[in-house]
Each structure stands twice: as C-alpha cells, then as structure tokens.
C-alpha cells in the first residue's frame, strides 16, 4: 500500500511561564492511501497537538518541532519553505475543526466560502468554481445547493454548517482530511450524519484521513486503524479489530472498560483511576506506571521497547517484553 503520510519520532514541545512542555515525546506512525486512522486519547494526550504539526499550525516561537520528522508523499514538511508549505497545507492535507460556527466567516456567503480556496490556489475561474461548489453541496448533502449558495451560516443549522465545512475542506480535492473531534459539538442525531458523510465520503474518494477523537463510538463506525495516545506517546496501534478485541496496553484496556455499552447498562462503568503525568517533567519511564494494576520495578525507570504483536498491531508495554524479566532481576 502507498504511504502518504510518515511521521517519524515527531517531538513538539511549549515554552510556558511554567517551564517547557514536552506534549509530542516522539511519535511514529504511517498512514495509507484511503485509510482512516483514529488518534485517541484523554485531553492533554498531544492527539491535537500532533495533527496541527502536519498542518503546521504550532504557533511560532511559544511552540516548536523540536525532533523528527513528518513526511507527506515522500516530501519533509519540516524542510520545506513557507510558500511551499502553504501550496501543501492548507489544500492537499484539509482539516476540520471541531465547532464548525467559528471555522465559517459569518459575513460571506456558504458560496463565497467554498470558492474561495478553488480561485486562490488552483486559479479556477468564477463559473467553475460555482459547478465545483454546487458538486460538493450535493456530496455533503445539502438540498437545493443553487439557492443555498448565496445563503449566510446563520441560515444553516448546526448539522448542516457543519456539512459545509467539510465541503469547504475537500472541495480542492485534498488526499488527506484531518478532522479534529468533527462531531463532538454537535447534538447526537446530527453526530450519526455527520458519521455516515465520511463513510460515504471514503467510499467515494480514496482520501486519507486522520480522526482525533476522545469518543471510541465514533472510532468504532468509521476507523480502520487505531493510534492511542497517553502522555504525548503512542502506547498502541493496530486494526481496530485488534485494538477492540485484543488490546494490549492496559491503558487502551481501561478505555474500552470506560465506554458506556448499552448492553451492559446494570453494569458500573470502570473509569480509569488517577491522572496522567505532568508533562513539565514527563517520567522516564512508563508515563502509565502510577495508574496502572501490573507496574513493576522495571516500568518506573525505563520506557518500554516498542513490541510488534502482528503487522499491524505494536504496543509500548513492558508486559509484553520478555527483557523485563532481565531488567528486572538486574535492580
Ligand atoms: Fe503498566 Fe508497566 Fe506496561 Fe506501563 S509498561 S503499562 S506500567 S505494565
Ligand atoms: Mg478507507
């Protein structure tokens, strides 16, 4: 499968009055073409912080790519200059916001807004660009798309402004679509819309796309792959079969146990206990060691080694590392 996106040991940190923030500690993944990889984790977790490296939106000098690299078909975004990097982020690699109020201008028409970017940057003339924004009205299904055009987001409801961001997003044909919580404001009717619009959004191109979310509903309906995130690391990746039915990070197992199941209503929710580390001074070792049920010595003093359990799947856990029985024994 082609690669579109390889991040490599990415590490982003903040200068706070505080002290540095380490929130990216070196993370690796790889997305394929047509692929949907969900990032999950707790708030704080760097999830958001990673996809706004791709899109090179790490505000200057508070924050910094402090190592790695993010390579997107093959080109280092970090090693390209500005004006480069703008004909790349932005309209090959799109992204969503979570409120879809303030990513719409409140004083230019759905119509001026979703032609925008075709007559900017792919210099597409006025009619067009109108054909091109009525096409992508009717992929995110909004009914009478020639009246609606000339319309304000006032206009619109909740569902349907945010139907019009993600129009807004791929109207320039981008190969990958960063949607950051893309339902989360949203009421849970409009959520399960919004759901089955990137499913058929996916059916019907073969763009990629990076899903960073907390909900492991929405993860369950629309990912093929799963990243999750604890303290700015990946701990575990894998298809989300694997990561739902076998998951192997006893952080990514008190995920799952923390998601409310309608069949196991009579049934406590198990919420992890405790809180991630501060991330001033991030630990050495295992950042899960205070809240996990099988730390050992080891676990306190030395990060675990990355452990493939199948082509997909790999996990950051000293459980599944025969050389912690060493480790350990060398104390
Ligand atoms: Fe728990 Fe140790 Fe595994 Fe970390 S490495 S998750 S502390 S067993
Ligand atoms: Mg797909």
């Not at 303290?231 to 894998?238: F, L, T």
Request: glycine share 8%.
């Amino acid at each position: 499968d082609e690669k579109i996106l390889q991040v490599n040991n990415l590490q982003v940190s903040f200068k706070t009055y505080g002290g540095e923030v380490e929130a990216v500690r070196g993370v690796n993944f790889d997305l394929y073409k047509g692929e949907t990889l969900a990032i999950v984790g707790e708030s704080g977790c760097g999830k958001s912080v990673t996809s706004n490296a791709i899109m090179g939106l790490i505000p200057e000098p508070a924050g910094r790519i402090k190592n790695g690299s993010i390579l997107f078909k093959g080109k280092a975004l970090t090693k390209l200059s500005k004006s480069e990097l703008r004909k790349i982020q932005g309209i090959d690699i799109s992204m969503i916001f979570q409120d879809p109020m303030t990513a719409l201008n409140p004083t230019l028409t759905i119509g001026e807004q979703l032609t925008e970017g075709l007559r900017t940057h792919k210099k597409i003339g006025k009619h067009e660009a109108k054909l091109k924004a009525i096409e992508m009205l009717n992929l995110v299904g909004i009914p009478n798309p020639i009246e609606r055009l000339k319309q304000y987001p006032h206009q619109f409801s909740g569902g349907m402004r945010q139907r019009i961001v993600i129009a807004i997003a791929l109207i320039c044909d981008p190969e990958l679509l960063i949607a950051d919580e893309p339902t989360t404001a949203l009421d849970v009717t409009i959520q399960a819309q919004i759901l089955e619009l990137f499913e058929e959004i996916q059916r019907k191109t073969d763009i990629s796309i990076i899903l960073i979310t907390h909900d492991l509903g929405v993860v369950a309906k629309i990912a093929d792959r799963i990243a999750v995130m604890y303290a700015g690391k990946i701990v575990e990746i894998g298809d989300k079969r694997e990561i739902f039915y076998t998951p192997q990070h006893p952080y990514t197992q008190g995920l799952l146990n923390s998601v409310p199941r309608l069949d196991l209503m009579e049934e406590e929710l198990q919420p992890i206990d405790g809180t991630p580390p501060d991330l001033f001074a991030p630990p050495t070792g295992c950042p899960f060691t205070a809240r996990c049920k099988f730390a050992m010595e080891v676990c306190d003093h030395v990060y675990p080694y990355t452990s493939k359990l199948s082509d997909a799947h790999a996990v950051d856990c000293w459980l599944q590392d025969e050389r912690a029985k060493v480790l350990q024994v060398q104390k």
